[in-house]
């Protein structure tokens, strides 16, 4: 099994899909907003025990905040897969938004990298 090591893009994902901000997800975890930012951007990376915090208040397992986890989530894809041809097409209408909005907010905290890195 390989090591799974914290992944700053699956922190931007999680908290997307919740439709936190960095600032409610800071106040739920019991940090600075800076120091989410931190996390997202890959400048700092949570110690354990703050990762944990950050996945509860996220309501996934500290794993999905991790490399190495693809097998959690080849699992995920296929019960997803699996499940929505049982779905009314309004229901997948609204599961279309809300990856659309998740890789929205995926693009503009690429951007907002982007730009802090221009910017050094």
Not at 60 to 72: F, H, I, R
Request: proline share 4%.
């Amino acid at each position: 099994m390989s090591q799974m090591e914290f992944n700053p893009e699956r922190l931007i994902d999680a908290r997307a899909s919740v439709e936190m901000t960095q600032e409610k997800l800071a106040e739920k975890v019991g940090c600075t907003h800076s120091a989410i930012s931190a996390y997202e951007n890959g400048k700092r990376i949570p110690r354990n025990g703050r990762l944990l915090k950050i996945a509860k208040a996220l309501g996934v397992p500290k794993k999905v905040l991790c490399s190495g986890a693809e097998q959690y989530n080849d699992a995920v894809t296929k019960e997803i897969i699996n499940d929505l041809p049982e779905l009314e097409p309004w229901q997948q209408a609204e599961i279309l938004a809300h990856v659309r909005k998740i890789k929205e907010v995926r693009r503009q905290a690429r951007s907002h990298q982007d730009n802090h890195s221009e910017g050094r």
